[in-house]
DNA sequence: CTTAGCACTCACACCTTTAGAGTGCTAAAA
DNA sequence: TTTTAGCACTCTAAAGGTGTGAGTGCTAAG
């Protein structure tokens, strides 16, 4: 957090030049400002507080005679202390919450859609990450015996979500053996995360050593291999909305922007860490770490079931993007996301 | 087809002019074509001969002192008549064989590699249409009851393809009768394609209308929606190779061509005209109808199992791509696929 | 403390000029 | 008759020069 203390009257120009730059694009002078803004003084005056703010690091002016545009540390002051969110109108709430109860039961398309929504309504791209195999929750597990050596575990967690795998297995077992440790597993488990049952049968199988024989152990050894955890799943739309802000028109930032987000593991890396905490949360420039974002703005907020956190949905675009609209919406596509698998038990 | 007719001679400097237009991009110029290429005749000769070719259609010229660009029918005639194929050396075919082989069992990672590979290789974009729902082949189905009115099916086709779908399901129903449901679905018609099987099963509902008691009439209507078609899934990598080339460096072709890619479903109409032929094919511009692309060229070759044609492959980039290497390339990938696919029983 | 006035700065759009690549045509050579 | 050298001509793209306008900082008066 930034330990800034600004006068009204800057608060109220800074908030002003920002405004005005997201629209724009273009750095903000002070006529253009008071003449917008219709501020109770002069062109002059307000030149004075802009360079005031300039020396405290807030804006950034290209050359000399140019306007004023904001820093990074300007937008993160802006975001803090003087965004006012302009919560969605009822009639946009609506139109999202229907638009994904539509796809009820089949999770990817509700993600899928979720994401399709984020970017609509940002006019930036919309990004989902699909809840993370290890926090599953099971619900179901089933082994069906494909031929000779070869097993496909279908693992159903608690929100709806279908995971399916095919594992070669050269041990000769029947399908009665693979459904009875089924059994087992969806009696013993059934409730805990994908995780921790794959941690409690390590420690089962240690604990229990002596009485296994061969075979069951064998198939300990096979669910070990269908609980091991596969890569985040993440969806990502409007990415040629980036095309439409001039700031990313240079074709070498374009490319590696694009480039980021054509490699999914990097937008879920970026966005793991918003799991830390269950609230709407805002990255600036280089507080992205992530190659080729470093100019963008990320608002992300995780969503649940229950009080366990699952995924990420976010908006991802140009640091001038209009926060007051935004926040809001990644925190009602979560909010209602949430409620959406609350509700499939 | 074309019919036209040319001397050794134009060919010889067609191909020259159309070798370097791919190189550079830019408009060929008959000295730079004869210091290159050491054709034996003056400039002069090359320009009358260029001249013609112009005349005839093959060639264009941007203004009147550019060197010459090929036209869509030069490319056409070009790839039907001229064109030499240069074989993918032995290296690069284990390499490809061995990569799409380590993801065995698994056919969605093997799709992505494929289309992974074109990608790489060709230095385009890589295209894999994944094989169409209606035309897998039936080799397993089951139901879980999940709760009270949920019910959870999951096909595995002969390709070792899994689909799964949760279906809301308002009869009372128990897993016993859904079970013996399934087996009679796999007992039936398992070697079907999932079309077949969802035509089948309509004349046996009519055939049999009488013999039917209402439950049975349920899991009938169920299953019919089970097998209800679904879209096409498209794996596409290397979308931002485009931007290596110059042609597409205005930022209008580029979000049109980028949003084409985008629209998934837009790829898979276009491909879809290539399952009618097992063979390689190419389009070149307008040939492509699709919106934003008819600035493109397209090498596509279905792959299949059997003889059952199941889905594409191809690698979509500039008119000015390497025809000689990249249809050898998307051919191989295409019968490596096929290969892989043939083995899953 | 605020503001009007003014000199100064700088990017950008516009024009002109120039260099160079490439052509088509003509007339000579093969 | 075909090929080639020579040459005038065309057009683009890069380089240089100029003017305009938005915007500033500073100073001095309100």
């Known amino acids: 957090m930034v330990s800034i203390v600004l006068s009204n009257r800057a608060k109220q120009i800074l908030s002003a030049v920002v405004d005005m730059y997201i629209q724009t694009g273009e750095p903000v002078g002070s006529r253009a400002v008071w003449k917008r803004y219709k501020l109770p003084m002069s062109p002059a005056t307000i030149r004075n507080v802009m360079a005031d703010l300039e020396d405290i690091g807030l804006f950034y002016q290209p050359h000399t005679s140019a306007g004023r545009v904001p820093t990074e540390l300007g937008w993160r002051f802006y975001i803090d202390t003087i965004l006012e969110k302009r919560p969605l109108s009822t009639q946009h709430k609506t139109k999202i919450r229907q638009n994904l109860k539509e796809a009820k039961y089949n999770i990817e398309q509700i993600l899928r859609r979720s994401s399709h929504i984020l970017s609509a309504f940002s006019h930036h791209a919309g990004v989902v ?14 082994f069906v015996k494909l031929k000779k050596d070869l097993v496909l575990a279908i693992i159903v967690g608690s929100t709806g979500t279908v995971y399916h795998r095919i594992i070669p297995f050269y041990t000769p077992i029947d399908q009665d053996n693979l459904s009875r440790f089924a059994n087992y597993l969806n009696t013993s488990f059934a409730g805990l995360t994908l995780g921790e049952v794959r941690q409690k049968l ?144």
């Open 202 to 345: 390590v420690e089962e199988m240690r604990k229990d050593k002596a009485e296994f024989d061969a075979i069951w152990r064998k198939v300990f050894h096979l669910s070990q291999r269908v609980l091991q955890p596969e890569n985040e799943y993440v969806y990502i739309e409007g990415t040629t909305n980036i095309l439409n802000y001039p700031e990313f028109s240079d074709v070498q930032t374009m490319r590696s922007l694009l480039t980021a987000f054509e490699e999914k593991s990097i937008i879920a890396r970026l966005l793991d860490r918003t799991l830390q905490d269950a609230k709407v949360q805002v990255f600036v420039g280089s507080e992205i770490a992530e190659e080729g974002l470093k100019e963008c703005s990320v608002v992300a907020s995780p969503y649940m079931r229950g009080e366990t956190v699952l995924g990420t949905v976010a908006v991802i675009g140009p640091m001038r993007m209009n926060y007051g609209t935004i926040i809001p919406l990644v925190e009602y596509t979560a909010q209602v996301l949430s409620e959406i698998l609350a509700n499939t038990d």
């Open 129 to 142: 990450v699909a809840p993370k195999f290890s926090r599953i929750v099971l619900k179901h597990i089933e």
